[in-house]
Structures are given as structure tokens and as C-alpha cells.
């Protein structure tokens, strides 16, 4: 008998099973490995751009000497002028904001819809107590409230004239939005710093500097007059043909 011809490629081993000759891949080569190397590399790349960029935050832009624990201005990053403002809330009846009186501290407004009262009280720090009382009712300005009034109230702020006059505008400027109509009004608050150290009341009301028309008028009959300047007062509107003006 002829010998069989054993193939090259299942030679026996010495457990009586053929193995392949081909060499096996090395280690290396294996994807899961090669997987978690490149993720640790990634790690490490990030893990040492988090400590940079910390560490030029709190070097740069002059906080290095302020403190960077807790809450502290430093560990946000922001200047403490940027993260001065105002706050406004409102409901289906009232809203309520805080405005600028001082570079010393801010007054509490309210805005009653249903019956157009505006109000304000300032703290006096020195003596405890609700020093600085304006009112106003925006009625006068935008109208009876109505059925169902809908009113906005912000505040914002501004340079006061120079010093001279022992009562001069507050900081700020507040503004009534009547959203039903679709016009505003805007009023200052006559504020004296002099008084407020002597912690004396100042009651006064505020002091409408004008408004106008938000919502254009649109169809016959549908213009609508700004808002007078001071109470009861009759202004034409740009939008009223020529025999309508007075």
C-alpha cells in the first residue's frame, strides 16, 4: 500500500490532534487591548487640560488673590459687577421687582392689577425699619384696568443726575406694561440719599417720564393713544388720520 500524503497544513503533534502552522497573532494585536490603551491615553489628555484650565483661571484675569472655596466669587469666574441685577416675578394678579435706589442697596415694588396701584418700600439699614414709601396708581396712565388685567413690571437701571438737588431720580427707572393694550409707562423714583442716612421717611410718588404705544394699531378704528405723561392728559396719536388729531 501506498503511504496516504499527509497534508502539510495537519501534521500531527504529540496529542494525536492535527495543528495548524500558521502562527498565531501577536497579543498586541488584540482590539480590546488596543480599545483600552487608547481610552487611559484619552484620560490622561483630558485629566491634564482640567488641571491647566484650572489652574489659568485661578492665576488670570486678577483672581489670584481673592479666595476660590465655597461659593466665592474667584471659583466662578465672573466679576462681581456682572452678577449684580434686578429680580421680577409676577402672578395672574400682582407682580413684584427689585430696583437700584443707591450703589447701597435696592427697594421692593409692587404692582396690584386689579386696581392699578404701583408701590414701593426701601429699607434703611441704620434704623431697622421701611424708610422710603412711593405709590402711584398707573390708571391715571394706561387706562382702567379692566376685566381680566394682564401687566408686566421690570426695572432698570440708570445714571442719576449729578449731585446738587437734595432729591434727585433713584438709580432706577421702573416700567408698567399694560399686555392687554399693548402700551407701556415709565416712572422714576425721587430718592434722597440724605434722608435715608438721617433715617428720615421720605413718602412720595413716583414720577411718570413718559410712554408710549408697544403693539401697533392695525385695522379701522384700532388706534390707540400713548399714554399720557401726566394723568388726564389728551395726546394725538401719530397713527390717527388728520381730522382725528386735536
Given amino acids: 500500500m501506498t503511504p496516504e500524503r499527509l497534508d502539510s497544513d495537519s501534521i500531527g503533534s504529540s496529542d494525536g490532534f492535527p495543528h495548524s502552522n500558521l502562527r498565531s497573532k501577536p ?35 486678577g483672581l489670584a488673590g481673592l479666595p476660590t472655596s465655597g461659593l466665592g466669587l474667584a471659583s466662578s469666574g465672573m466679576p462681581a459687577e456682572l452678577l449684580r441685577a434686578t429680580s421680577t416675578h409676577g402672578t395672574t394678579t400682582m407682580a413684584v421687582c427689585t430696583a437700584k435706589m443707591d450703589e447701597e442697596q435696592d427697594g421692593f415694588f409692587s404692582l396690584d392689577y386689579l386696581t392699578g396701584d404701583l408701590k414701593g418700600w426701601v429699607y434703611y439699614p441704620r434704623t431697622g425699619t421701611f424708610g422710603g414709601l412711593f405709590a402711584t396708581n398707573v390708571a391715571e396712565y394706561l387706562g382702567p384696568p379692566g376685566k381680566n388685567p394682564e401687566y408686566l413690571l421690570i426695572a432698570g437701571d440708570i445714571i442719576p443726575p449729578p449731585a446738587g438737588a437734595n432729591i434727585k431720580p433713584a438709580a432706577s427707572i421702573v416700567y408698567v406694561v399694560d399686555v392687554r393694550m399693548g402700551n407701556f409707562v415709565a416712572f422714576t423714583v425721587p430718592w434722597s440719599k440724605a434722608l435715608k442716612n438721617a433715617g428720615a421717611v421720605q413718602a412720595e410718588p413716583f414720577v411718570p417720564v413718559g410712554g408710549d404705544v408697544i403693539r401697533p394699531a392695525i385695522g379701522p378704528g384700532a388706534a390707540r393713544k400713548p399714554p399720557a405723561v401726566k394723568a388726564n392728559q389728551n395726546q394725538a396719536d401719530p397713527n390717527d388720520p388728520p381730522d382725528n388729531k386735536k
Avoid: I, K, Y
Fill in 27 to 61: 497579543m498586541w494585536w488584540s482590539p480590546f487591548l488596543c480599545g483600552a490603551l487608547a481610552a487611559c491615553g484619552l484620560c490622561v489628555l483630558l485629566s491634564l487640560a482640567f488641571v491647566c484650565g484650572r489652574w489659568t483661571a485661578a492665576s488670570g484675569n
